[in-house]
């Protein structure tokens, strides 16, 4: 997904946020502690990433990686269970008394070409919609799985300094957005301690050490569907023989962007994407069938309901006026806002300014939220408040370049997207480490 839009408001962070913070630990001496900690265990997190980089795997594929992670939980000491919600790895490590704490970090990468030129580019291919496909970490899910195995070296290694139990778990198919449902499903808050609140991180395009906070609703809400219109096939030369789909798919495709122009307040956000049409096999043959695949993004509930409301109303409409019978509409999955815990960012705000100065970003409940969308929400939904994170992963002076020659940063999803993997797994480390050890948490109830 593109992570854009945390940035927001400026950076507010400090004094504004203090009201939200709880009583910590000397955090600069916690840090200075983690610090050395990564600078000993920093190599071994880099091979990790560069493997799982090398040999990415679809979502719910990831055997290779999920046995990699459950190996590094165990190592750390973590009671590990796997397969749970298909390919997800689940790590419990209990140290005395106090809160349950999730912490996740997502593996599944996209089927995609990757065209970054790295020494360790991934060459993986792998089936995907029943088609033989290339395979690319295009979204930084490789640095997630590293810093996940960070935070639990962290945690195993500094258990003087928190208490309570955290449970780590590696979720598959973010992409899609089925994984974090598959985990509940599979029992994820009943067969293991129930979390009390959680963190996640998840690597962009921001300048590598910056950590972005947005308080609040903090991504969109997505719905992806398969719309399939029928027709009956014939001869190219025999049109009115024939029912053609295509042109009943074309006008759908233009029909629906109304839906954003016309029916949507122009204030509110909404994205409808297009983003595949599967048809026909020769140019002079007309098929009898023709798959659109949609996908919806919204902020809020109204627009979420128009979005798709209207786009079963436009296929069907399409249909219609092509003749032909209605069109097959396939929910492929979705998920919610994803809402950070106001008191939690608040809170982890103020504990890590000090620890990254001007590049600790806030972002108020009245900014914007991001975009992009997370299934990271299914967690949140189900009762864990959360705050997660935006780890900036590009090089400054990288980016200053793209920026002097005119061209935007790869974001997440570009074959082109290559985070600086040392920044984004250290400051993610960092950042939910510190934050446990720091005592953030929700508002008492």
Known sequence: ???????????????????????????????????????????????????????????????????????????????????????GVVGVLKNGDGPTILVRADMDALPLEEKTGLPWASKARATYEGKDVPVMHACGHDTHVAYLVGVAQALSAMRDSWSGTVVLIGQPAEEPLKGARAMLDDGLLTRFPKPDFGFAAHVS?????????????????????????????????????????????????????????????????????????????????????????????SQAPDVRELLRGGTARAAKAAAMMGNAPEPTITYLGGTGVLMNDETMAASAASLLGPVFGKGLVFAPAAGAPMSGSEDYSEF??????????????????????????????????????????????????????????????????
């Open 1 to 87: 997904m593109a992570k854009r839009g945390l940035l927001g408001a400026a950076s507010l962070v400090l004094s504004l946020m203090a009201t939200g913070a709880q009583a910590a630990p000397d955090i600069a001496a916690a840090d200075a502690r983690l610090s050395a900690l990564l600078d000993k265990n920093y190599p071994a997190l880099e091979a990790i990433y560069k493997d799982l980089h090398l040999h990415p795997e679809l979502g719910m594929q990831e055997v290779r990686t999920a046995g990699i992670l459950a190996q590094q939980l165990r190592k750390a000491g973590f009671t590990v269970t796997e397969k749970v919600g298909g390919t």
């Open 205 to 297: 395009n921001l300048p590598a050490g910056v950590v972005a906070i947005k308080a609040g609703p903090s991504s969109s809400a997505s719905d992806s569907y398969s719309v399939t219109f029928h027709g009956r096939g014939g001869h190219g030369s025999m049109p009115a023989a024939t029912i053609d789909p295509i042109p009943i798919a074309a006008r759908f495709v233009t029909d629906a962007q109304v839906l954003i122009s016309r029916e949507k307040d122009p204030a509110a956000f909404g994205v409808l994407t297009i983003g595949a049409i599967h048809a026909g096999s020769a140019p002079n043959i007309i098929p009898d069938s023709a798959e659109v695949k949609v996908n919806l993004r």
């Open 380 to 445: 949140v939904d189900a009762g864990v408040p959360s705050v997660f994170f935006g780890i900036g992963g590009y090089d400054p002076a990288v980016l200053a370049d793209l920026k002097a020659k005119g061209e935007p940063a790869p974001t997440n999803h570009s074959p082109f997207f290559a985070p600086k993997a040392e920044p984004a797994i250290r400051n993610a480390v960092r950042a939910i480490t510190l934050s446990i050890i720091g005592g953030v948490r929700p508002a008492a109830k």
